[in-house]
Structure formats: structure tokens, C-alpha cells
């Protein structure tokens, strides 16, 4: 493939990434109740993951590999202990 449209396909994407990253903030600052914060830190979790996928196919270099794999255990543990201990607002 043609470096300079492998390149666009990857800027494309990053940009997609920062403006969902975008959304998730909002969404993590505004949100009515602390299920939709919650919900929102899923998703920018997983597109973080999601960004650092596209950094290693940018740069070839997968030293990052490692660290996508901590953000999902992280993000894995968040979550399931946010659903375990998690009171309803009101309460």
C-alpha cells in the first residue's frame, strides 16, 4: 500500500478518536447520574485503547503493547467494581 494512503487512512481515524474522546468528556462531566460517568469512562477506556492502537500502526512500534494491555485490565477491574459497589443516587 501507498505510505501516503496508509497515512490518510490513519489521520482519518485519529481524528474520528479525538472527536469521540471529545463525547466521552462531555459525557463523563455532564452526565444526570453516576451510571452515565460511569458508562462514559468505559468508553474512553476502550477508545484509548483504541488510540493507542492506531499510535503503533502509525510508528511501527509496538513498545505501547504492553500498556494497552494495563489499561484494559484497569479498565476491566473499574468497571466490575463500579457494578458490585455502586448505591443509587437518590439513596
Do not use: H
Not at 472527536?19 to 459525557?27: A, D, E, G, N, Y
Not at 509496538?62 to 455502586?86: K, P
Amino acid at each position: 500500500m501507498d505510505p501516503s494512503i496508509y497515512n490518510a487512512f490513519l489521520l482519518v481515524a485519529a481524528v474520528i478518536i479525538s472527536i469521540s474522546f471529545l463525547m466521552m468528556t462531555w459525557r463523563i462531566l455532564v452526565g444526570p447520574n453516576s451510571l452515565d460517568r460511569v458508562l462514559g469512562l468505559d468508553g474512553f477506556i476502550a477508545m484509548l485503547q483504541c488510540a493507542l492502537a492506531t499510535y503503533i500502526c502509525w510508528t511501527l512500534d509496538t513498545t505501547v503493547a504492553n500498556a494497552m494491555l494495563v489499561v484494559a485490565l484497569l479498565g476491566f477491574i473499574a468497571s466490575v467494581s463500579v457494578a458490585r459497589f455502586r448505591k443509587r443516587d437518590g439513596a
